[in-house]
């Protein structure tokens, strides 16, 4: 072997070098290492590269392999490849010597001093005139030349030979080669043809789910909604009786706190209301039929079908058992009764106590409407109620913020309980807004002397978390996204009213920031912010006078300074209805404003309020509204 690769030509060798390189860094191989696939690499061309490709593939054919523990110190060597490297090594080594060394004579390896003379056929070895004398005597001889030129024959026909079988196994290992690349090219387009056939399949089934999940949640809400106003057409009918017995019974609490004599000389409505509804027919159930989900089996993108189930109407609870009224009862002393929502003349309401309905304009639809509070520090009075949010179980929180305060009453007016507004330690903080998370705590967010503070609270006032903000100086605004767990604090900075700008703070529970709304115009005073069922987020922004929208798909904004539909002056309070509708204090321009969840205008639900702040919706379908200057709080229905 050694001596044809010798004899080989540079062409040939070059054809054996290629064989035997390394397609990963292009040199003999070095402790070559064979894979599960037959392709061979260095060692530590390997080893670099299984520290960089996970999972770890084959360079060339990029079938994927499974190391041992050992790594590629584990995977077999290449015997072969290795002698043939070392011996094309050697013989480029020993070409370079034999062209740079000259020859050292004809001498006699058995007696130097002689010199060769003939050739010995027998021993075909050249033999000096001792050797010849010593051990080949006998021997059939010839001259070195001779001998010479019959080898040179032999050796030309032999190195003929083998370079044509060198060629040939040459030819084999290229088409080896070229049949190898065929077959990654092949195996590559037909990998391609797959996926593209898995791409287009996949995006046609996805987009028929789609369409199918679409339709079949479009069924299931327009149950649903039908199923709610059914509800709450009853909820209405039935909410004008009981107002109409509440007052009736706060009017008759008020005649007995009074002296005996304009108590009996009165004439009392309650006997003659309560006989009214002693007769009456107990309101009957509500039939609702929600929608039912019911998943196929049938292959295709099918999904299921919405059914519709009838449910009992939900139980109607027994009236209690008449009770005989005296018509004339005797006097009592009563101890002063709570804060009370009671119906006065709209002067009485300007000098701070009772109702105020505000003036109507002339052809306009005016909803239903009750006020309660007043200017004052007593129990149910407000100074300067800034914030409002209602429980799942109806009760109204006022931020009163004058009073360092939060006062707590029913949807019928009623008090109920307050506590005082402090941050851990004791320190009084005067709350702007009030927000209800997902378990039934408060977020208040208001300043102190030192600086402004976000504090949770549970229903009975008791501090449960605090979270430090920066002193602005100015208000701001809280909601909580029940759907990320996230509270939303609006903050406005700002040396004077013409360089205010301001931002919408996103915190976690525990008071960790998460992240910052903002938009491409700046915002100049966010105060109010809402976050819907869908998790849409809704500010205002009382400088811009518009009301910017952030939603999954992108941002948007409405509004816009004016006085006419769908402008506004100030915007304050904001909050969505159960359609994702937005409600908005529209301020400067005394109205309450709605507006759909794409920012279209679709009615004014009330006019000629003296400077509406804050405005929530509670879940039994009322609009409570506070009045900054008035010192009230109203309560809307029928809207």
């Keep these: 072997m050694n001596n044809k690769m010798a004899a080989a030509p540079s062409s040939l060798r070059a054809d054996f070098k290629e064989e035997l390189t390394c397609s990963i860094c292009l040199e003999l191989f070095t402790r070559p290492k064979v894979l599960p696939c037959g392709h061979t690499f260095c060692q530590d061309c390997l080893q670099d590269l299984a520290e960089v490709r996970v999972p770890f593939q084959c360079p060339n054919c990029r079938r994927q392999v499974r190391l041992s523990p050992q790594g590629v110190t584990g995977l077999p060597d290449s015997h072969i490849i290795a002698n043939m490297c070392e011996r094309l090594q050697q013989q480029t080594s020993l070409s370079g010597e034999t062209r740079e060394q000259p020859q050292s004579g004809n001498r006699c390896s ?302 019928q007016g009623t008090f109920v309980r307050q506590f005082p507004t402090v941050v851990s330690g004791g320190q009084e903080m005067s709350p702007y807004d009030v927000a209800m998370d997902g378990e039934g705590n408060l977020w208040v967010v208001g300043e102190a002397k030192s600086a402004d503070f976000a504090v949770q609270y549970n229903k009975q006032g008791r501090v449960l978390r605090k979270v430090d903000l920066q002193k602005t100086g100015r208000g701001r605004g809280v909601a909580v996204d029940t759907r990320r767990n996230h509270i939303l604090i609006t903050q406005t900075t700002g040396q004077s009213v013409s360089d205010v700008h301001g931002k919408v703070l996103v915190f976690r529970p525990d008071g960790i920031r998460v992240g910052t709304l903002s938009r491409q115009q700046r915002m100049k005073y966010p105060w109010y912010v809402t976050v819907d069922g869908e998790g849409n987020i809704a500010v205002s922004d009382l400088k811009n006078h518009c009301v910017y929208v952030y939603t999954r798909d992108g941002q948007f904004q409405f509004g816009g300074e004016g006085s006419g539909e769908g402008q506004l002056n100030e915007p304050h309070g904001i909050c969505t209805d159960r359609a994702g509708n937005i409600v908005i204090a529209d301020n400067r321009n005394r109205r309450v404003e709605m507006f759909d969840k794409t920012g279209k205008f679709l009615k004014h639900i009330t006019t000629d309020l003296n400077w509406p702040k804050a405005v929530t919706m509670a879940t039994q379908g009322q609009l409570v509204v506070t009045y900054w200057d008035d010192h009230l709080v109203g309560i809307f229905q029928n809207f």
């Design 110 to 411: 058995f007696h130097p001093s002689e010199v060769l003379k003939v050739y010995c056929k027998q021993c075909q070895i050249p033999v000096c005139d001792q050797c010849l004398e010593q051990a080949h005597d006998d021997h059939r001889t010839t001259t070195i030349k001779k001998a010479e030129q019959e080898r040179r024959s032999t050796s030309h026909a032999f190195i003929d030979e083998g370079r044509n079988i060198l060629e040939s196994f040459l030819r084999f290992l290229r088409s080896l080669r070229e049949e190898e690349k065929a077959l990654n090219e092949k195996k590559q387009q037909t990998d391609d043809s797959i996926i593209e056939a898995y791409n287009q399949t996949v995006q046609t089934m996805v987009q028929k789910l789609t369409e199918r999940k679409d339709h079949l949640l479009s069924e299931a809400g327009e149950n649903h909604t039908e199923n709610l106003d059914r509800i709450q057409t009853e909820r209405d009918r039935v909410l004008v009786d009981v107002n109409e017995l509440s007052s009736a019974c706060d009017r008759a609490e008020q005649e007995l706190q009074q002296g005996w004599v304009e108590f009996l000389s009165q004439q009392t409505t309650l006997i003659e209301v309560v006989g009214k509804y002693r007769g009456k027919a107990a309101p009957t159930p509500v039939q609702t039929q929600p929608a039912v989900f019911q998943p196929t089996d049938t292959p295709g993108p099918v999904l299921g079908h919405v059914t519709v189930q009838s449910l009992p109407p939900a139980p109607i609870l027994a009236a209690p058992e008449h009770v005989p009224i005296p018509a004339a009862p005797a006097p009592v002393q009563a101890a002063p009764a709570p804060a009370q929502a009671v119906p006065v003349s709209s002067n009485d309401a300007a000098r701070g106590t009772g109702h105020h309905h505000g003036n109507q304009r002339q052809g306009e639809h005016q909803p239903q409407k009750l006020s309660f509070g007043g200017y004052g520090s007593g129990t149910g009075q407000f100074r300067g109620p800034s914030g409002v949010t209602v429980s799942d179980e109806g009760e109204i929180f006022v931020a009163d913020k004058g009073n360092q305060r939060i006062q707590v009453f029913t949807l």
